[in-house]
């Protein structure tokens, strides 16, 4: 959801943000590359994930021998309205190895690949390798407990690839990685198995996956949070429902998108509050410093346990 999304939730046509893209790789090219294709300033792998948790799966599992880069990195600023810049489009067309999102949620990213092909770039599309169609509703596939051992692999394959000597070594991290997930994943089947079906209301989809992976009943309809999700101005009816969740305390957890707040939003939290209701904020992109994806995933999946046991708010990480 970053140029061509962000054109889409304003109404605008596809051909424009596709266009705008492409001029961007023009003014970038014109400039001249940032960096080497495939080469880093010390010969590693130079790759890039469109979301920075991909970017820290790609530098866990390729090491020393991957330079990784994010597009998306701020955790203060909404992904949705994200304008990539010809430095951005520079990144992109000089990186050996890509990793994006799919489902519409970074299209910015095929528009700029396509107006500069390379052969020897290696590109992971999620929904690709998932196997999801475009009519996926929820795009926010990081939050599926399944999603980032399948991309771990696809990295150790394609890094392994590029540089066949370190095959064993990619491998290896690629193992490793998936390993450290226990512990996210042991958090997910502990809060299943104390707290099945529990209750809980959300602003739009961003948590959904792993709500589900734990069990949750999520009582917010689809159609509401794809409407917040999407920059539309939910129903009256909707919106009511929403507020009735808090206020005929439906809910025991309240889970809000911390990147994207508005007047609505705060007025859901301020509801939450008032009716004791815990809330807990969720992130779309992986905050920095001091987290890499799975002890993020991991913090936020403690948060959703400590509100439910000790109705505990926990807004921010």
């Known amino acids: 959801m970053i140029i061509i999304t962000a054109m889409f939730r304003c109404g605008k046509p596809l051909a424009a943000a596709v266009s705008a893209a492409m001029a961007l790789v023009v003014s970038a090219c014109a400039s001249g590359p940032a960096v080497a294709p495939g080469a880093g300033s010390s010969g590693a792998i130079v790759a890039v994930g469109a979301e920075n948790e991909y970017a820290s799966v790609i530098q866990q599992v390729g090491g020393k021998y991957v330079q990784a880069s994010a597009i998306m990195s701020n955790p203060n600023t909404d992904p949705h309205t994200f304008e990539a810049s010809s430095s951005v489009a520079r990144e992109i067309s000089s990186a050996q190895l890509v990793i994006q999102n799919g489902v519409g949620y970074d299209t910015f990213m095929n528009a700029i690949e396509n107006a500069v092909p390379d052969s020897g770039r290696k ?28 991309v771990a692999n696809a990295i150790a394959a394609d890094l392994s690839a590029i540089q066949p000597s370190h095959a064993s070594y990619f491998r290896a991290n690629a193992r490793t990685f998936i390993g450290s997930l226990t512990a996210w994943n042991q958090a997910i089947a502990s809060f299943r198995a104390k707290y099945p079906n529990t209750p809980v209301a959300v602003t739009e989809p961003v948590a959904d996956y792993m709500l589900q992976a734990a069990g949750a009943d999520i009582r917010t309809p689809f159609a509401f949070q794809a409407d917040v999700m999407n920059g539309v ?85």
């Open 233 to 317: 101005d939910p129903s009256a009816q909707g919106t009511a429902l929403e507020r009735s969740l808090f206020t005929q305390h439906k809910v025991k957890v309240f889970l809000y998108n911390q990147q994207v707040t508005d007047t609505l939003t705060q007025s859901f939290i301020s509801l939450a509050e008032e009716n004791h209701i815990p809330v807990v904020g969720v992130y779309e992109t992986m905050p920095v410093p001091g987290y890499d994806y799975q002890s993020w995933m991991l913090a936020e999946t403690r948060d959703l346990q400590r509100a439910v046991a000790s109705k505990k708010s926990a807004e921010k990480l």
């Open 123 to 150: 590109v992971i599309d999620v929904q690709k390798l998932l196997g999801l169609p475009d009519s996926t509703p929820n795009p926010h596939l990081w939050y599926k407990p399944t999603t980032m051992p399948a």
